[in-house]
Nanobody, 118 residues
């Protein structure tokens, strides 16, 4: 199972970006999908997660600015990021709990870099 993320880039403060992540491979079902981020010199932190049933969890730092959504038919998750701040600069990593080959696997994507300039 692989996760392929895209959509990162350079944006000015206050701007917007939309990240996409698609899962592929031998997938029976996907429970949780979402995004983490890791800034230089900092630990990886949760950004947002969404379950197959639609329950959503956001980090306090992004509530009201970021919106996570999911397309189960496409095994994909999206992150709409608005009102971006320089402190949002990080590598954003896609994550999924996938039921594959009779076991649950925690899968990470390769990351997409987001840079917010001031």
């Amino acid at each position: 199972v692989q996760l392929q993320a895209c959509g990162g880039g350079l944006v000015q403060k206050g701007g917007s970006l939309r990240l996409s992540c698609a899962a592929s491979g031998s997938i029976f079902s996907i429970n949780v999908m979402g995004w983490y981020r890791q800034a230089p010199g900092k630990q990886r932190e949760l950004v947002a997660l969404v379950t197959s049933g639609g329950s959503i969890n956001y980090a306090n730092s992004v509530k009201g600015r970021f919106t996570i959504s999911r397309d189960n038919a496409k095994s994909s998750v999206y992150l709409q990021m608005n009102s971006l701040k320089p402190e949002d600069t990080a590598v954003y990593l896609c994550y999924a709990d996938v039921y594959s080959d009779y076991e649950i696997k925690s899968v990470w994507g390769q990351g997409t870099k987001v840079t917010v300039s001031s």
